[in-house]
């Protein structure tokens, strides 16, 4: 049976990603667009990344030009989201979120979720220390909403 820790990313620096070096860890996965107008989200994103990282959140912003939102580069983008949003979590390289060549984590990520395509930029999908996915949430939803869940899937009191 395929898990979380069966998928790997590319950041953008080149690195791998393995999801196995997740594994007890609580993740957020975002897919990302700097010039959507939900973009400001990744303030609230990275605030919960600074908080809980310590405790066990790790975010993963993965970027996608499939709404037609994203920059032309991979260098373009992770400089727009560390200049304008101090974004310092992992971002990967751009990536398809629906159809023909998505991304496997988002068809993974999606089939698990039972909600379908992704419709927009910043679906959110969070997955609790045992690799579950515990939610998946819609674009609108501000990062602080999904605070409480966090807290409750690392297991700590705030």
Request: glycine letters at 4%; proline letters at 0%.
């Given at each position: 049976m395929i898990t979380i820790y069966d998928f790997s990313e590319?950041?953008?620096s080149g690195q791998a990603i393995n999801f196995a070096d997740y594994r007890g860890k609580v993740v957020l996965?975002?897919?990302t667009a700097s010039k959507c107008g939900l973009a400001p989200q990744l303030v609230g994103i990275e605030a919960l990344?600074?908080?809980y990282h310590d405790q066990g959140l790790e975010v993963l912003g993965l970027p996608s030009n499939q709404f037609h939102q994203e920059l032309d580069s991979d260098?373009?983008?992770s400089d727009f989201c560390q200049?304008?949003?101090?974004v310092t979590f992992p971002m990967t390289k751009q990536v398809r979120v629906n159809g023909e060549d998505e991304d496997p984590l988002f068809t993974y990520l999606k089939a698990t979720a039972g909600h379908g395509r992704i419709k927009w930029n910043f679906t959110?999908?969070?997955i609790g220390r045992d690799g579950q996915l515990i939610d998946r949430y819609a674009p609108?939803?501000?990062p602080e909403s999904m605070e409480d869940a966090i807290v409750q899937a690392l297991g700590t009191t705030d």
């Open positions: 590319i950041e953008m996965i975002v897919n990344y600074n908080r260098e373009a983008t200049l304008h949003y101090g959110k999908f969070l609108i939803t501000k």
